[in-house]
């Protein structure tokens, strides 16, 4: 008995270890007075005992520390073309500006309710959208496909005399829908989904095709390199989409700059609390654990 409550502080201790490490990687400064309140965005569609829900799951205690908005049907009409007038608007987001090189960091606070999106895909959308330096957070009161929160972080940047450049939203956009497509559709692990669309995207930057023979070809070689099959009406989506954003001009570099960041950023945290040995850490407590067990194990034999 002593050995299993020794075991069972220890538990405890390495929560509040890894709990005070978090905390003190991301204190709370209040409102930064560079960049404004945040910006808090929900769906038209969610009832108000829904709302309350979700300015909960976003951390929104006071109301007077952020600037609220619903984001709406006709919304998502104006910043996407042949959009459908009566979509339903459920997902929502908490929009965080940071100053420069902070990247664009996504949490989707509670992943179990957002069905299709990941973090790496919005990242990469907000990105082609010329979203740089935010923390979003992604939140919904029950099971959505996430789509409405692009919306949604729309929104929040076209208000106030700021606007993002329609085309790039719309691009984005597809370029959401392409991903989860190749998820569910094809198959593809959204993963690796998110390791291709930022590959292109860098070989894009470092080869400045000319054409869309070239765009076509840098496709072909990242699905090869990732070892991913898709069909040939799927590499042809991929082809149209990186396509328009060749036409668009975005700036590749930048974009590969930011997303440089955010896997910095994330490895930077874990090696605060890890040591640097990953490895060796998770090793440790996997040990831990399946140690605690067999103890529990040896109380009931």
Do not use: C
């Amino acid at each position: 008995m002593k050995k299993l409550l020794s075991m069972l502080v220890a538990t405890l201790l390495v929560g509040l270890a890894l709990s005070s490490a978090v905390f003190a990687s991301s204190g709370d400064i209040g409102i930064d007075e560079r960049y404004g309140k945040p910006k808090v965005v929900l769906g038209e569609a969610l009832s108000e005992a829904e709302k309350d829900q979700v300015r909960n799951l976003l951390n929104v205690t006071d109301p007077e520390q952020v600037d609220e908005y619903i984001v709406t049907a006709e919304d998502l009409v104006n910043f996407i073309e042949d959009s459908d007038p009566s979509s339903n608007m459920y997902s929502s987001a908490k929009i965080t500006r940071k100053s420069e090189g902070y990247g664009v960091v996504v949490n989707i606070v509670n992943p179990e309710n957002i069905t299709q999106v990941t973090n790496e895909m919005y990242a990469n959308a907000l990105l082609t959208a010329g979203i740089e330096n935010a923390l979003v957070e992604v939140a919904s009161p029950f099971k959505v496909t996430g789509h409405s929160a692009l919306a949604g972080v729309y929104k929040a940047f076209n208000v106030e005399g700021e606007s993002l450049d329609k085309e790039r939203m719309e691009v984005a956009n597809e370029e959401l829908n392409v991903a989860t497509d190749l998820t569910n559709n094809a198959g593809v692990d959204e993963s690796k989904v998110s390791q291709l669309l930022t590959e292109i995207k860098q070989q894009i930057a470092e080869q400045n095709p000319a054409t869309k023979e070239d765009v076509e070809r840098i496709v072909s070689e990242q699905l090869e390199n990732l070892s991913i099959q898709l069909s040939a009406e799927d590499r042809e989506m991929l082809t149209n989409l990186f396509e328009q954003m060749r036409n668009l001009n975005i700036n590749f570099g930048q974009v590969t700059e930011q997303l440089d960041t955010i896997v910095n950023d994330l490895q930077g945290k874990l090696n605060e609390v890890t040591g640097g040995d990953t490895e060796g850490f998770w090793q440790a407590v996997k040990d831990f654990f399946t140690n605690l067990i067999d103890s529990i194990r040896g109380l009931f034999s």
